[in-house]
């Protein structure tokens, strides 16, 4: 979803203002209808254009720290499989297992 910039939110109100219509400014702005549409119907509801904030829960890791904890997970389990790994190859030097 492409999201539109705020100045062509406002030129889509002011030339609903200055009554055109909204399949014109559709054809014109090279914007879909429902774009228009609701661009419309956000300014009837909140005399805005602009996003407002929303709330919610908030974000429990940035980008940035998302990838740095995934990469620690995955050296962990990396250090896991190895001494699962060692353990297994010891077991077996160790005649543990018997063919």
């Known amino acids: 979803m ?12 002011a ?12 054809k014109e702005l090279g914007i879909c209808q429902i774009s ?5 119907k956000k300014f009837l509801n909140t005399g805005a254009v602009s996003d407002i904030s929303r709330s919610g829960r908030p974000m429990k890791f940035s980008s940035s720290n998302h990838f740095g904890a995934s990469c620690s997970l995955s ?3 990396k250090s896991w499989f190895l001494n699962l790994l060692n353990h297994s190859l010891q077991m077996l030097s160790d005649g543990v297992f018997s063919t």
């Open 75 to 77: 050296s962990t389990l």
């Open 36 to 40: 228009v549409l609701k661009i419309w």
């Open 15 to 26: 030339k609903i203002q200055d009554g055109v219509s909204q399949r014109d400014v559709e």
């Open 2 to 13: 492409v999201k539109i910039d705020e100045g062509i939110r406002k030129l889509v109100v």
